[in-house]
């Protein structure tokens, strides 16, 4: 699984990232969580608000903070 935590480093998207490895360690699946400030690529997943969250090439939220139980969820349906 590859995750990737798209913004441009602001508190919001510092704050995504741990909350998602937060929930990697407590559903106790390993991924590669990659963070992406680079504008350009930001763009060409369509975004155009950040943070962003992208699992496996599919956004799954932009412009938000997650909750907790909506990250364990896309998670858990990848995983299945």
């Known amino acids: 699984m590859k995750i990737e935590i798209l ?4 508190p919001k998207c ?3 990232t741990e909350l ?3 929930v990697m360690n407590e559903l106790g699946v390993s991924a590669e969580i990659i963070k992406i400030t680079d ?3 930001i ?3 369509g975004v155009m608000v950040t943070p962003a ?6 956004v799954k939220l932009a412009g938000k903070m ?7 969820r896309w998670i ?5």
């Not at 969250?53 to 599919?58: E, R, S, T, Y």
């Not at 997650?66 to 364990?72: F, L, N, Y």
């Not at 858990?76 to 299945?80: A, N």
Request: charged share 45%; glycine share 12%.
């Open 7 to 10: 913004g441009s480093g602001c």
């Open 14 to 16: 510092k704050k995504l």
């Open 20 to 22: 998602t490895e937060e």
């Open 39 to 41: 504008i350009n690529k």
């Open 43 to 45: 763009i060409d997943y």
């Open 53 to 58: 969250l992208v699992i496996d090439g599919d």
């Open 66 to 72: 997650p909750e907790k139980e909506g990250i364990k």
């Open 76 to 80: 858990k349906e990848i995983k299945k």
